[in-house]
């Protein structure tokens, strides 16, 4: 129970990496807030019949549009009203544009970008204020090896995962004098729901969640003294 006692926040935590994420930490004690587009009302929903929200391995939802500077606030206020503090935020939320450039339009470039760098620069500066202020925390943002490699039909996506690896970096160093680590995960190739039935694909030779659900329990729990940059994650074969 490495985690007990630990108050952890995972946007995009209903499904797929998320929700492999939720499963992980809750198993290792913590209380883990699961956020999503989807969830109805916008407040936390409590799952534990005794509404103990503080019980170990407990897992709850919220409504989160991150993209949405007035949702994120709201969560925020929701969150400090019910828990004293919260260590751990995980950026988890993104969607992917897989196309040639020149086929690419304004509207999936758009879309891209402002769920996977505007949504993380909402959420990371919230949790690094709320942080801030309590004695420091975790955030973890997930990015991918397209934020390193360039990879043909990946041009809005990839632009999205070095812009998100640039912008950790950067909030990393104004964190390291106030307690706020900021540490990026890049996995290779991750099989989930939206690999299905596409061909050249076989989830033996690709990541699974619980590989990178794990991962960021490994930099979770480290005390704050230990600061964790960056995990490259891949495949047995390399990046697919």
């Not at 969830?39 to 919220?62: K, M, S």
């Not at 390291?176 to 989930?192: E, F, I, Q």
């Not at 794990?214 to 960056?230: G, M, S």
Request: glycine residues 10%; neutral net charge; aromatic residues 6%.
């Amino acid at each position: 129970m490495e985690m007990a006692g630990k108050r952890v926040v995972i946007t995009g935590g209903r499904r797929g990496l998320g929700a492999a994420m939720a499963r992980r930490l809750a198993e290792a004690g913590a209380v883990v807030v699961a956020t999503s587009r989807q969830a109805e009302p916008e407040t936390l929903l409590c799952p534990p019949t005794d509404g103990d929200l503080e019980r170990p391995g407990t897992v709850l939802t919220a409504r989160l549009d991150v993209t949405d500077e007035a949702s994120v606030e709201r969560l925020f206020r929701e969150l400090e009203s019910r828990f004293p503090r919260i260590d751990v935020w995980v950026n988890n939320a993104g969607v992917g544009v897989f196309k040639p450039v020149a086929e690419t339009t304004a509207a999936e470039w758009d879309l891209v970008m402002n769920t996977n760098v505007r949504g993380l620069f909402l959420c990371s500066r919230a949790a690094f204020v709320h942080m801030r202020a309590r004695g420091g925390g975790r955030i973890i943002n997930i990015a991918s090896v397209a934020g390193y490699q360039p990879i043909p039909e990946n041009g809005v996506y990839g632009a999205s995962k070095y812009a998100v690896r640039g912008f950790s970096q950067i909030l990393n160093e104004e964190g390291k004098d106030v307690g706020v680590r900021v540490s990026v995960v890049s996995p290779g190739a991750v099989y989930t729901d939206i690999w299905a039935g596409r061909e050249g694909f076989d989830p033996a030779d690709m990541l699974q969640p619980e590989d990178v659900a794990q991962t960021v329990l490994d930099i979770a729990c480290r005390p704050l003294r230990v600061r964790i940059d960056e995990v490259k994650i891949v495949p047995p074969k390399g990046v697919l």
